[in-house]
């Protein structure tokens, strides 16, 4: 009698290992009337970001003499998700908008831009978790772009704990576990800064380095990604 074959189930829902990123591809350039656009795809999510100035602001009362100030704005597709999300700024979006400003704000300087705005739009046309940090990759490209000094490129990916385990880039599969912890992170490659760190569930001191660790490591890949595509964007305008 032939005995059947054990099978183990996969650690990750897709078969990948703790360490692997799912398969991505970015694209400056991509929204002509933009100052500044880009797009980044991981796995089934895709972001596309659009970015808009320096431009004066108005009204006037808001605006800073001293530097030019950043607004971001975080939006899903209504059918970007499986179950239709209903139009319309959420709880959800404002506090990605919040935290995408904080991520890619330590990275530009726009003291030479006063009493200006950079408007920066992110849309998720299509969401297998991970979205914030698809969001602010795109963005950090789109912000290059469109020309806007930057100390360096802001890379994003969330890292987490899946059935006792460390993993980089979860997907809604395993964003839905029991007792997945999610943990979002951005980094600045060149020098290791840590420009977004938020916590979704339980880890240990030990873990949480462990994890922040492996995002770093994640961040340096999709950096790599990031210049290739923006390099490529320069080819194009040179040949224009
Ligand atoms: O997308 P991200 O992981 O940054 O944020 P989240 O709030 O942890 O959402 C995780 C995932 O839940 C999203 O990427 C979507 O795939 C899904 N989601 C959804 O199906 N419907 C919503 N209204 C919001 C999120």
């Given at each position: 009698m032939v005995q059947a074959k054990k099978t183990e189930k996969a650690e990750r829902s897709d078969g990948r290992k703790l360490n692997e990123m799912r398969k991505m591809e970015a694209k400056v350039g991509?929204?002509?009337?933009?100052d500044g656009s880009a797009m980044f795809k991981i796995g089934t999510t895709v972001a596309l970001a659009a970015v808009y100035g320096p431009r004066e602001l108005f009204p006037?009362?808001?605006?800073?003499p001293e530097k030019g100030i950043l607004r971001c704005n975080y939006d899903m597709l209504s059918?970007?998700?499986?179950e239709r999300k209903r139009p319309g700024p959420s709880r959800r979006s404002v506090e990605i908008s919040l935290v995408t400003k904080n991520a890619l704000g330590s990275a530009?300087?726009?003291?030479?831009?006063?009493n200006t705005v950079v408007d920066v739009f992110i849309m998720i046309?299509?969401?297998?978790?991970?979205t914030r940090c698809a969001g602010i990759t795109a963005a950090s490209m789109a912000l290059a772009d469109a020309g806007i000094p930057m100390r360096d490129l802001v890379s994003a990916v969330s890292v987490g704990r899946i059935n006792g385990k460390i993993v980089i880039d979860l997907d809604k599969e395993e964003e839905d576990y029991d007792g997945t912890t999610d943990i979002p992170c951005a980094f600045m490659s060149r020098n290791n800064e840590i420009t977004l760190l938020q916590l979704d569930g339980d880890i240990s001191a030990e873990e949480l380095k462990q994890a922040v660790e492996l995002g770093k490591e994640g961040c340096k890949q999709i950096s790599e990604i990031q210049k290739k595509a923006l390099k490529e964007r320069y080819k194009e305008i040179k040949n224009e």
């Open positions: 991509i929204i002509k009337r933009a006037g009362f808001m605006q800073n059918f970007s998700v499986t530009i300087n726009l003291d030479q831009f006063p046309v299509q969401a297998d978790a991970g």
